[in-house]
């Protein structure tokens, strides 16, 4: 029984719904394809597999349905956190109502294979130059569900079993933290996952590596060339 991580499918099964990635790398061409294909060779129905945001195109829960049942039909159980991309998301309980196979985590936390997985969809964080006044507030909104995340696993008997999930990039830059660092850190959390950068030029401005005793990896699907990544085995 092991966890996966990608994030960034940006699925697109419903009628009328197309958003095509490919202006980012060949690697978006037949992108649900490779997934599948890969998804397969890998995953178990026993496993785990954390998707880190932006499953859909679809801006109303009926147009993310044909996605999500695609990810049902995949093997495994699958974690889902919210990306910005997401704006079909909405009820909660409606949504962990919908498929045995799929958990949606919001402001709670996950018991995986002896692990509890826990996030939010971050932010842009303060240092970054397009950080605005009302940026400012959706991060701090966005601190308080990671809080509430990792207090929940805590309350559930989590110590240093914690995996981090973010959407968005967990600080502003390589080198930098952030309050979603700093919380990390403070909750003993040794390995963080997040997704939301794309193309090679992107993917360097994404913390990874070792921060304050953390250990970042971006996990999003061209990053990873649709392959999802063993975190624990």
């Not at 826990?118 to 990671?146: A, H, V």
Request: aromatic fraction near 12%.
């Amino acid at each position: 029984m092991s966890i996966y991580a990608i994030g960034d499918l940006h699925l697109s099964f419903a009628p009328g719904v197309e958003k095509p990635m490919d202006i980012y790398g060949s690697v978006w061409t037949d992108h649900a394809r490779k997934l599948k294909n890969n998804w397969l060779e890998l995953i178990r129905p026993e496993d785990t597999i954390i998707l880190a945001g932006d499953i859909s195109w679809g801006l109303k829960l009926s147009e993310a349905i044909p996605d999500l049942e695609w990810i049902d039909g995949l093997p495994g159980k699958k974690v889902i956190f919210k990306g910005n991309h997401d704006l079909w998301w909405s009820g909660i309980g409606k949504l962990n109502s919908l498929y045995d196979s799929i958990r949606f985590v919001q402001n709670t936390s996950y018991e995986a294979e002896g692990y509890f997985l826990c996030g939010s969809r971050g932010w842009i964080c303060p240092g970054n130059d397009d950080f605005t006044g009302q940026d400012e507030k959706i991060y701090k909104r966005e601190l308080l569900r990671l809080d509430m995340s990792l207090e929940d696993a805590r309350s559930k008997g989590a110590k240093d079993n914690i995996i981090g999930v973010l959407h968005y990039p967990p600080s502003a830059g390589p080198s930098a933290g952030s309050g979603f660092t700093e919380a990390f850190a403070q909750a003993g959390v040794r390995q963080v996952v997040y997704g939301h950068l794309h193309g090679q030029d992107a993917f360097k401005n994404g913390l990874q590596g070792t921060y304050n005793g953390v250990a970042y990896r971006l996990v999003s699907l061209d990053y990873l060339n649709c392959r999802p990544v063993l975190i624990k085995e």
